[in-house]
Structure formats: C-alpha cells, structure tokens
C-alpha cells in the first residue's frame, strides 16, 4: 500500500471524527489497523505504518479497526478503540463457541456467485442476513455471465428475494464488464468479497487491482531482533481509491446473534409474521396464520420459508452458546479477581 495515504483515502469519514476529544487531536495519531497477528497489529496512519504491541486483556480489535495511538519513546501504543461503523462476525471455526471478529467498517460487501451450479438463493440468504446484521450495503456480483445460457432468469429470481437487492451480473475476465463495480470503488470507500471458491473473486479483485494484488501483499516490518519479515496485509488499494480489506476465512461464514440481519433479509416474512393471529405463532398449522396464507396463495415459496426457519433456528444456537460462553467468561473473570483480592490480603496480613 502507498504509505502516504491521507485520512479520507483510508477512510476515515464524520462518524470517527465526532468520537475523538479536541485533546485526543492533539495527543494521539488516528490509525486504520490493516494487518492483525495474536500479540500485534499494524496500523497505517497518515504519516505510515507502525508496528503496535495488543495484550490479549485489551478489547479485541480486527483488520478495518480505528484507532488513536499515542506515542511512547520510539514506540506507538494503543490507547484507545473508535467505534465502528459496520462490523461483521462470525461463529469462532469448529465446535468451540466464540464470535470472531471478521473484519470492521466495511461499506460494501460484494457477495459473488457464478451463473452457474454455484447459484443457490438459500446462500444468497444466508450471506445477505450477515451483511444486514453487520451494516455493510450488500452488492450481489453474479460471475460467468458468459458462459450462461440464461443469465436473465438468475436476475428475476433475485428480484423476487428482494426487489431493493442491487445485483450485478458480469464477466469477471472482462474489464469493461466489470466496470459495474466501480461506483462502490471510489477514494474513500471500503469493500469486501465473499463467496465460494472459484466463482471468480480473485479476478474480479485482480481486475479492480492497479497492480495485481498478490505483489503487494507483504508489508515488512523489523521484528524485536531487527530482522526483516513480511506479514500479510489485509488492506490493499483499488484502482480508483477504494479500500479491499481481504482477509482469509470469510468464506465459511455462519450465523452468530444475528436475528436482527435474519429478519432484515427476510423483511417480507418478518411483516407477515406480525399479523399473525398469535404473536408467538410458528407459523405451521395455527388458525390465522399470515405465513401459511401467503404459502398458499403463492405468495411465498416454501423453500425460502424452510430457510427462514433454519437459519433463525441455527442463529438461536449459536446466540445461546454464545450466552453461556460469556457468562461462563464473566464467573471465570469474577473467580480471578476472588482469588487476586484474597493474595492481596494474604500479603496485607
Ligand atoms: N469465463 C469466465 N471465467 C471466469 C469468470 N470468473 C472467473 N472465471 C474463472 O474461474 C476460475 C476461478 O476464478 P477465481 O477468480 O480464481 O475464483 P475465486 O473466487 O477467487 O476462487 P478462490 O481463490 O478459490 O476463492 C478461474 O479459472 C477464472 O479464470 C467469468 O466471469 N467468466
Ligand atoms: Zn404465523
């Protein structure tokens, strides 16, 4: 990345100004955290990157994160955590139940399938219900429109999920077709890919790219010892100005606390639920259901209604070992400070 990007190039907008103290200007460096590893970040402010130490006792931070720093002989230290203007999450990998924090303050987040067996309304579904819950505009980019007999059909079917839904339908090969991005690519701006594996993100961000991304990748950065290693940069500049954050992982995407997003993608069914006859109905067999009616007459097809019900029953999961996992963090955090509180006294004695 350039290391002499200004504050608006990366991002920085009103929102985080209003957060930062008349004082806090003065004494501390705004900086956007581009690279994250366990026990440090790298945050790039307008006058470059720096290398900050992160205990893990510190609120967590994610690539996209803003930051005010403050400096300490030759080192920066992180001093404290904007607050984030879009933020997406997901179940921690494998059966152990933590959210991890994917990515902060993304605007847009392009959601790329192919028009071909990869097309499944049901993951358009999922991924959209993640992009309302996180805050971030959702774009749905359909790839190898050229190799589609009928991308048309695609399109309508989307229209029917939701007719607001911006949907994009290209040649990812071709750099004229996908030029249909660049409205959301501006100086500024802060996008994301996600998707199933080949179904064309990389040449899609290759052909956005000024350079290809790969060969910009590595930041180097002088270890404790003073020797060189490179480190991956999850924050790459578009032609145009925009922002890639491009992190590994966002591709196993699953629901965590995010009824809220559920129900902003599945606005239509939210709506008929509320005129149900019984406000708890499961919308199954009950008399004056809205749901079943609409089911009936064709208004709303049984598949979108069954992933309705699965995504908000695997979103209830998650949110309910969510719970118990922080509340079993909260009892472990008070027993530490117990058995801290009876040391001090011990000592006192
Ligand atoms: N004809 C055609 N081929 C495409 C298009 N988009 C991608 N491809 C091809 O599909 C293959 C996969 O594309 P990638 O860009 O690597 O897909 P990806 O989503 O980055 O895949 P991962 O890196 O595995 O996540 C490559 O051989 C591309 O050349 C398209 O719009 N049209
Ligand atoms: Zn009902």
């Given at each position: 990345?350039?290391?002499?990007?200004?504050?608006?190039?990366?991002?920085?907008?009103?929102?985080?100004?209003?957060?930062?103290?008349?004082?806090?200007?003065?004494?501390t460096l705004i900086a956007r955290v581009i690279a994250y590893h366990r026990d440090?970040?790298?945050?790039?402010?307008?006058?470059?990157?720096h290398k900050v130490q992160h205990h893990s006792t510190q609120s967590p931070l994610t690539v996209?994160?803003?930051?005010?720093?403050?400096?300490?002989?030759?080192?920066?230290?992180?001093?404290?955590?904007?607050?984030?203007?879009?933020?997406?999450?997901?179940?921690?990998?494998?059966?152990?139940?933590?959210?991890?924090?994917?990515?902060?303050?993304?605007?847009?987040?392009?959601?790329?399938?192919?028009?071909?067996?990869?097309?499944?309304?049901?993951?358009f579904e999922r991924y959209l219900a993640l992009a309302h819950q996180s805050g971030c505009t959702p774009v749905v980019v359909l790839t190898k429109r050229d190799q589609c007999e009928e991308p048309e059909q695609h399109l309508a079917q989307l229209a029917e999920l939701d007719r607001h839904l911006i949907v994009l339908s290209v040649n990812a090969l071709d750099n004229l077709s996908i030029e249909q991005l660049r409205p959301w690519c501006s100086s500024g701006q802060t996008v994301a890919f996600v998707g199933s594996s080949g179904v064309g993100?990389?040449?899609?961000?290759?052909?956005?790219?000024?350079?290809?991304?790969?060969?910009?990748?590595?930041?180097?950065?002088?270890?404790?010892?003073?020797?060189?290693?490179?480190t991956h940069r999850a924050l790459h500049v578009l032609e145009g100005g925009a922002l890639?954050?491009?992190?590994?992982?966002?591709?196993?995407?699953q629901l965590a606390d995010c009824q809220h997003g559920v129900e902003l993608a599945f606005s239509e069914i939210s709506e008929?639920?509320?005129?149900?006859?019984?406000?708890?109905?499961y919308h199954q067999q009950e008399p004056g259901c809205k749901v079943q009616q609409a089911l009936q007459q064709g208004r709303l097809t049984q598949r979108r209604l069954d992933n309705y019900h699965k995504l908000l029953k695997e979103q209830q999961h998650n949110?309910?070992?969510?719970?118990?996992?922080?509340?079993?963090?909260?009892s472990l955090g008070r027993f530490y400070r117990n058995v801290q509180k009876d040391m001090r006294n011990l000592k006192g004695r």
């Open positions: 990345m350039n290391t002499h990007l200004n504050l608006s190039q990366l991002g920085w907008r009103t929102f985080f100004q209003q957060q930062v103290t008349l004082d806090e200007l003065e004494t440090h970040f790298i945050a790039q402010a307008e006058n470059g990157c996209g994160d803003w930051l005010l720093l403050k400096q300490h002989e030759q080192h920066w230290l992180y001093y404290r955590l904007l607050e984030r203007l879009t933020v997406l999450s997901r179940k921690g990998a494998g059966s152990k139940l933590t959210e991890q924090l994917i990515a902060a303050n993304i605007d847009t987040l392009f959601i790329v399938s192919s028009h071909n067996k990869d097309f499944n309304l049901s993951r993100k990389s040449s899609l961000v290759n052909g956005l790219s000024e350079l290809p991304v790969a060969t910009t990748a590595g930041i180097r950065e002088d270890d404790s010892k003073g020797r060189h290693t490179t890639l954050l491009d992190t590994p992982g966002v591709r196993e995407l008929l639920a509320e005129q149900c006859r019984f406000a708890d109905c949110a309910r070992s969510l719970a118990q996992l922080r509340s079993h963090d909260r």
